[in-house]
């Protein structure tokens, strides 16, 4: 296969694809996954060529979905399954926190649960109550889960294969307001390790970390800090368990601050786990406390309200200019 | 073809896969399974329990129209010795917690014709997902009894290999193993295997979304599971009203597939039962909901205590209906079993009562570093650095030491 410029929606559906295709144990469920190909039409096509065997439309019953992945799991099979978005992950989260995270450890290792639980997460595209939401650090809080979130296209064919080659559970995060944005993938290539973060932009005064939709707004925020004379670094995490502490504290021990952006609650969210671990390892090396730029401690609003709580380019740079000011 | 897709499509294989199941099994019951008319079917309406019983609590032999079983005396004694040492091994893990040895156990105590005519209904290559308290169906699947104890000792969560005896782990969780069973099932259909799966759950597990999803899924896609409820009329300090207004069994016809209520004090019934449900399941007609009725004659756990919330006059009648005391009156009645084999298996269920208290007196605590282990498969950085951390933590006193 050559490289090919796709929206991230359809590098995630390719990357079923050839899951599908190179392991017969491979198994695509959830809500309206089949004729319809998903709400957002990631798994389109994939009933028609692979079957309603392997590509299942399941009941409307999302902890039905992760309780029988479990069981199709321990029966020797790689489900994946999607949750249709994020606010409607729990009444799963039983399944998934008391259950599937714990029964590898729980079986002293005799089991395994590769069960991958694809998730739309996050705002900015105008939806109605519990369409927006960003629940990482719900799941970042339970040993035994993996997660992860592409910011691109190629990160999003390259990183679901990688999940599902994973004897893990993951919580696969898909950033839904970049579904449409298009990059190169190439099938051909060879991709770095699932959980190592990787700098999107070279930068010498200041480290902006971040992951999946987030991403995209610390590039244009480092473009515009570029105009004003301040070149700021952009960290893609990819991983939110586990984190790439060690790059991320290479990175700042060259640029000595640290701003982390996420639109998911400041408030125990991701940032203050990076906050926390990246002030003991780089204590000597910081030249500012470690900032934090996300959504806020109060119900993801109403769509009209949704720029005003996501961390937008001005909050990331004003953020950055009093992490500077220091 | 697959069983999900036949189902779907409604075409009349249950008729072809009854006709092979009797063909196969040569037995009345298999035969019989599919519409018995003890059973509730979809689209029936709540009607009057009936429950299918083969021994009465006298010890007496009663025919019923659609469940028969064969026995030869040696497997009434098998099934005699299997209830005895089940039941003896349940009293000394009580014991042992009464002593300190066990933080806690849940007793099966009156429970123990539903677990060993259940567990003695499968094969080796049936799957069977367990509650916290199938000390009896892991006795029938090979499971060492002292495996079960660890969990209660606090030295693991899970102390076997689910897959050395298709004994999955116990399950604390209350219902959440019952979509595991599902799962496990449509995983069983789309391989075309042979193979029952095996839910066991109880009452009060009934009102849980987990069960009722469990349900719609195997309905749905026509899983062979058999959801094996042990209705023993107690969720800790709650009486069966609490969890139902119709009876258990009966919830079956309301997601399309039969439902039947057995004796749960009856070995022979239980055994008869599920044999047909197992077999129904492997031979592609889906699931059954066996309503196994019973009684926990014991404490919900080591830390309930049940005379807060029940009469001595109900544990009384219920003991008139003790599961192995009928099948030693069927022993006896038809001199089945003389006075040597009684002797033999008391002699033999104080071995085991000896085997189980030195095995825990013996039972070593984990390494500290065990905590660490196993947290994931493929490794974490973050359980690696903070295993180091410890490590070092830990050997920071030995250099102490050392001084």
Redesign the interface.
Known sequence: MAAEKMALAKALTSSLRTALDSDPKVLVMGEDVGKLGGVFRVTDGLQKDFG??RVID??L?E??I????????????RPVAEIQFDGFVF?AY??IV??LA????????????PVVIRIPYGGGIGAVEHHSESPESLFAHV??L?IVTPSDASDAFWMLRQAIE???PVIFLEPKARYWEKGEVDPSGIPGPL?AARVVREGRDLTLAAYGPSVKTCLAAAAAAEEDGTSLEVLDLRSV?????DAIQRSVERTRRLVVVHEAPVFFGSGAEVAARITERCFYHLEAPVLRVGGFHAPYPPARLEEEYLPGLDRVLDSVDRALAY | M?V??TA?RGKPRRAAAQRTAAKKTGTKQAAKTAAAPGTAQAGQSAQAPEMVQLLTPEGERVEHPDYAVETTPGQLRDLYRDMVLTRRFDAEATALQRQGELGLWPSLLGQEAAQIGSGRALRDSDYVFPTYREHGVAWCRGVDPTLLLGMFRGV????W???SNNF??Y?I?IG?Q???????????A??GADTAVVAYFGDGASSQ??VA??F??AA?YNAPVVFFCQNNQWAISEPIERQTRVPLYQRAAGYGFPGIRVDGNDVLAVLAVTRAAAEHARTGQGPTLVEAFTYRMGAHTTSDDPTRYRDKEELAAWEGKDPILRLRRLLERESAADEAFFADLDAESDALAKRVRESIRTMPDPDGMAMF??????G????DEERAQYATYLASFADHEGN
């Open positions: 309603e065997e399941t009941p019953a902890s039905g992760i309780g029988t992945a479990i069981g199709l799991a321990l029966r020797g099979y009444p039983d399944q008391t259950q714990k029964m590898h450890a729980r079986s002293l290792g005799t089991v395994k649960l040993a035994g993996k994973c004897d893990d959980h368990s586990p984190i790439d502490f | 697959t999900e897709s779907a693991n969560h899970g102390g290999d689910p897959n999955h782990l399950t969780v959440a019952t979509l595991h069973a599902t799962g496990y099932a449509m995983g069983v789309k391989d979304g987990d999803e469990a719609t899924f749905v282990e196993h947290t994931y498969a493929d974490h950085t973050l359980v």
